[in-house]
């Protein structure tokens, strides 16, 4: 059991471009969620996957952000002509149905200038 | 909606007793979380209250009275690693699985 392994671990862009990350869960986890979290701030909720499903996204989830978990095991998360206000750690968390633990990766802290 | 309210700061000295607050506002509660985060990492899961009471582990206890929408987070025996923000978090039935946390409590042990 290696962890929560998230890709890159930082990322600088000018706005306008696309970025991706990139979230590996620990391998026997089912469930996968995206946080967003600034400075001073609790993690906030983007969106949650069961396997391949995406079953839950926040109404924080603009259209220029998508998620993806296409076999049910790593995530991805773009997000689409980045503005400054998407400047954020981006966290992914793993857990498996029935238990409370979320587990964190370390995140991919966003800079958009 | 949901909401959550913990004091922004506290301090104390190595080897004392800090208890952090933390009540919330939701719709259909399923439990109460606390998470550990230190600057630049992860966030950590300390505990997990569904029920009332008071719930023990090593250092760290939780207490959960669900009539009052109010939890604490009590660390005894201060240890200058303990220097962290801890976040509470809940589940409700708006939110599903995902965790609704507060703003966080920065807590500053100094020896």
């Known amino acids: 059991d290696t962890g929560v392994s998230q890709n890159p671990r930082h990322k600088i862009t000018k706005r306008g471009q696309n970025v991706t990350f990139r979230c590996d869960p620990i391998?026997?986890?089912?469930?996968l969620y995206w946080y967003r979290q600034t400075l001073g701030q609790g993690p906030e909720f983007l969106t949650y996957?069961?396997?391949?499903?995406?079953?839950?996204k926040s109404r924080l989830l603009s259209d220029r952000f998508s998620a993806e978990r296409p076999k049910g095991s790593f995530s991805t998360l773009e997000i689409q002509r980045t503005e400054q206000g998407d400047s954020a750690m981006y966290l992914c968390?793993?857990?498996?149905?029935?238990?409370?633990?979320?587990?964190f990766g370390p995140g991919t802290r966003l800079l958009v200038l | 909606g949901q909401s959550l309210e913990q004091p922004s700061e506290v301090t104390a000295v190595e080897g004392a007793i800090v208890q952090i607050n933390c009540t919330y506002q939701?719709?259909?509660?399923?439990?109460l979380s606390w998470y550990q985060q230190h600057d630049g990492g992860a966030p950590t899961f300390l505990s997990y209250?569904?029920?009332?009471g008071l719930e023990e582990t090593g250092r760290f206890s939780s207490f959960l009275s669900r009539s009052d929408s109010y939890g604490y987070l009590l660390l005894q025996e201060l240890q200058m690693k303990d220097s962290a923000s801890y976040f509470c978090?809940?589940?409700?039935?708006?939110?599903?699985?995902?965790?609704?946390f507060g703003k966080g409590t920065t807590l500053s042990v100094s020896s």
């Open positions: 939701t719709s259909g509660f399923y439990g």
């Open positions: 996957f069961q396997n391949e499903a995406q079953l839950e």
């Open positions: 391998s026997e986890h089912n469930r």
């Open positions: 968390a793993s857990t498996t149905s029935g238990q409370e633990t979320q587990y």
């Open positions: 209250n569904a029920l009332d």
């Open positions: 978090a809940v589940r409700d039935r708006q939110a599903g699985t995902a965790l609704i």
